[in-house]
């Protein structure tokens, strides 16, 4: 199975800051990953797909980009809103994994 | 509106067995693949099964295989889990999650609210 590993697992930033997040495959995924939100109680939203395409609704300050093993989102200009826990999950498999998580606090 | 329902969840104890529904609607569910996925409190998200639209092929995750079944029905617009041989490491919030394409990539979208699941004695 396809392992991936996030980081970091938790960070705090400020509003109207800039914030990445990484996945790293265990193998080369090339562009098969989805990024998705989920705030407490609630399910998962996606918010990326192939690596960089934007969900229909998501707003223009998340971004993805990357291939091969390593990509990353991008969240700029951080909103209050983004508070949030982030998974990236690898689609290259349907033997589908995610990542451990990655937990969004603004101060 | 796309909307999935979990239902089905409860406690349980060790050893026990529970089936899981995720009732479909807003779509042709017919035509799209499903899949499980659990959450263990305060933990990251586990894929669990996937089924394809005509309920072949269907994959697991090592940690469930050869316990649960997961099973659909599209004449009822149904997606089913079915647990057995349940231990205490299986509690938590299972969600269905329907398996969309875009193009070439896979994506789940939408979830349901999902089912909490406990498994205790």
């Known amino acids: 199975d396809i392992q991936m590993t996030q980081s970091p697992s938790s960070l705090s930033a400020s509003v109207g800051d800039r914030v990445t997040i990484t996945c790293r495959a265990s193998q080369s995924i090339s562009n098969y990953l989805n990024w998705y939100q989920q705030k407490p109680g609630k399910a998962p939203k996606l918010l990326i797909y192939g690596a960089s395409t934007l969900q229909s609704g998501v707003p223009s300050r998340f971004s993805g980009s990357g291939s091969g093993t390593d990509l990353t989102l991008t969240i700029s200009n951080l909103q209050p809103e983004d508070c949030a826990t982030y998974y990236c999950?690898?689609?290259?498999?349907?033997?589908?994994?995610f990542g451990q998580g990655t937990k969004l606090e603004i101060k | 509106e796309v909307q999935l329902v979990e239902s089905g969840g409860g406690l349980v104890q060790p050893g026990g067995s529970l089936r899981l529904s995720c009732a479909a609607s807003?779509?042709?569910?017919?035509?799209?693949?499903m899949n499980w996925v659990r959450q263990a409190p305060g933990k990251g998200l586990e894929w669990v099964s996937y089924i394809d639209s005509t309920s072949y092929p269907i994959y697991y995750a090592d940690s469930v295989k050869g316990r649960f079944t997961i099973s659909r029905d599209n004449a009822r617009n149904s997606l089913y889990l079915q647990m057995n041989s349940l231990r205490v490491e299986d509690t938590a919030v299972y969600y269905c999650a329907r398996d969309r394409s875009n193009g070439s990539y896979f994506l789940f979208d939408p979830w349901g609210q999902g089912t909490l699941v406990t498994v205790s004695s």
């Open positions: 999950q690898q689609s290259y498999s349907t033997l589908y994994t």
């Open positions: 807003g779509f042709t569910f017919s035509s799209y693949s």
